[in-house]
């Protein structure tokens, strides 16, 4: 790298502040389109009292989850009850500093990426450090000393644990297609044709335990409100709450852009016009892509009904880590064939 | 830049791993080995090997050790029993130890002497550990993989017998709700059905009424 290591720094902080701003503001409004989009899917107008159509309704949210008191249980592991919620927000935000948004730009003159850690593995050291959300959530339920916490932990555990190994095997056809780990190459390689076609068994796989893996609806089995009171993370008030929903959309926006870049193509779409334009095209057709990913989400939630927790995990199990190996294998088989 | 952050690293993994032993409650153990692998990632970037450092991340912290405090959290080993300590093994063990240290450290330093270290400057390709696993080294892999899958076997097999001679959970039951997670927390004697009442949660049979009526007294 030639440029100067203070430089380096210097941008690298820049690029850590606006990925950290334009997140959380993300966080925020995707939380206020579910409850209007909800909302609307179920016939209702949804939060309209907070600014005009309700677009300050998360800060009104933010204001009051800053302004509740904060409650710890009387027999609550009292360290590790402090730690889970950090655990799960720090490892959900740490895992989006991989992600290429687009291509290479000047600043103070020098060229870099919309991208906050270009490195080679990407791909590996994103799978690295979801694998580690876990702890949060199964910590959170058991220094909770409550039984619905601990209920829910453990399903969100296990739910988690399983659900990773088909979604890492999901995402080994497209990386042997592209014969790299690197999130760029892999963007890259697919100038020609997007992922999603050669693979789309690997796509749906993907999708499913993607939606397991952030626990959301038709999986959301730890925070099943009917029977756990709010599963996990029933014993946690205030900011502390917070910081787990935070950490659960920031989730569903890292495994956005993931489905992304890995079968969507990344960046790539129709580029024109001058220069400015071209370089912040990309960005554009890379946030359209995870915006469609989002609003999947948030529908889903609107139509779909909960699995049983041992349907959940036969599917996982029984159906979709073993069509993950068999997708594998004739991926390997047909990359083969065609060498 | 290197050693500094070799010595912070391996700092760390030294006293996690000393965390591990002094710690009385097992889960505060099991956390300091995942700061451990934690450290141990991070030497292994140090020394150019990405993908031996994430592959660990996501092998050992990301999935054994959350089996591991699965298993601690399901036996509720919150407090641990205190043994009767034994003089003999006292005064056996740590002779013992510090014999095997020196005696490794005199492999050690035969077999490499004193060649330092290179830290950075050059990055193991993943391409070059397919290389060495599937060509290099393809049949201690393979011996290796078969082993592990006759421990998986094993385990199964084990905990399938068992819940046959309690006569806990029929045979329906069991496949319907076969997952691993039970297999799992069964082959590591957990009581049968103590996750089966709450969290998995079989289709509600009639023969499986006495281990539910048994799983209430075991939730926590």
Redesign the interface.
Same mark, same amino acid.
């Given at each position: 790298m030639s440029m100067p290591t203070g430089i380096f720094i210097l941008i690298s902080l820049i690029k850590c502040a606006i990925a950290l701003f334009v997140l959380l503001t993300l966080v925020a409004y995707i939380q206020l389109a579910e409850r209007k989009i909800v909302a609307h899917i179920q016939s209702r107008v949804g939060p309209n009292r907070v600014g005009p159509y309700g677009f300050l309704q998360p800060a009104a949210d933010a204001i009051k989850f800053i302004l509740k008191e904060e409650v710890t249980p009387a027999a609550a592991h009292k360290l590790l009850y402090l730690m889970a919620p950090m655990i799960s927000v720090v490892v959900a935000l740490v895992a989006i500093s991989v992600v290429p948004i687009g291509g290479t730009f000047h600043l103070f003159g020098y060229p870099t990426q919309f991208q906050i850690a270009d490195i080679n593995i990407g791909l590996l050291f994103l799978l690295g450090v979801m694998s580690l959300g876990v702890y949060g959530i199964v910590l959170a339920g058991w220094s909770s000393n409550s039984k619905y916490s601990f209920l829910g932990s453990l399903r969100g555990g296990s739910q988690m644990v399983s659900y990773e190994l088909a979604l890492g095997l999901a995402l080994i056809g497209p990386v042997m297609i592209a014969g790299s780990l690197d999130l760029r190459q892999i963007v890259q390689a697919q100038s020609h044709i997007w992922y999603i076609i050669p693979e789309f068994v690997a796509f749906c796989i993907y999708l499913t335990a993607a939606f397991a893996e952030t626990n959301r609806i038709p999986f959301d089995l730890p925070e099943a409100e009917g029977e756990l009171g709010a599963g996990y993370h029933t014993e946690y008030s205030s900011m502390k709450f917070a910081m787990f929903f935070l950490a659960e959309y920031v989730n569903m926006v890292t495994v956005s852009c993931v489905a992304t870049l890995v079968f969507l193509g990344g960046w790539h779409g129709p580029v024109f016009g001058p220069p400015q334009l071209q370089l912040w095209l990309p960005v554009f057709w890379f946030c359209l892509k995870v915006g469609f990913f989002l609003f999947l989400y948030i529908w889903v939630r609107g139509t779909l009904p909960r699995f049983r927790y041992d349907q959940l995990m036969a599917f996982g199990w029984k159906f979709l880590v073993p069509l993950a190996l068999a997708n594998v294998l004739i991926t390997g088989v047909v990359l083969s064939v065609m060498k | 830049m290197h050693p500094a952050l070799f010595f912070i690293f391996g700092g760390i993994a030294l006293a996690g791993a000393i965390n591990l032993l002094v710690q009385r409650a097992p889960?505060y153990s099991a =956390?300091s080995l +995942?700061a451990v692998m934690g450290a141990l990632a991070v030497l292994f970037l140090l020394l150019g090997a990405?993908?031996i450092a994430?592959?660990q991340?996501?092998v050992y912290?990301?999935?054994i050790m959350?089996?591991f405090?699965?298993v601690i959290?399901?036996l509720n080993a919150d407090v641990p029993e205190p043994t009767r300590r034994s003089k003999v093994a006292q005064a056996i063990g740590y002779p013992v130890m510090a014999l095997l240290l020196v005696e490794l450290a005199g492999f050690f330093a035969a077999a490499f002497g004193a060649t330092p270290v290179r830290t950075g400057g050059y =990055?193991v390709q +993943?391409a070059a550990v397919g290389q060495a696993l599937f060509h290099e080294f393809l049949l201690p892999f393979e011996v290796t993989s078969v082993l592990f899958l006759v421990g998986v076997t094993g385990a199964v097999l084990l905990a399938a017998r068992r819940e046959e001679r309690h006569g806990a959970a029929p045979r329906a039951t069991r496949v319907?709700?076969g997952?691993?997670?039970r297999a799992m927390a069964e082959a590591l004697s957990v009581p049968p059905n103590a996750?089966g009442g709450?969290?998995?949660?079989?289709?509600p049979q009639p023969e499986s009424e006495p281990a539910h009526a048994r799983a209430q007294g075991d939730?926590?």
């Open positions: - | 889960i =956390l +995942v990405e993908f994430f592959i991340i996501i912290a990301g999935a959350v089996l405090v699965f959290m399901l =990055l +993943v319907h709700a997952v691993p997670t996750m709450a969290v998995i949660e079989p289709a939730g926590r």
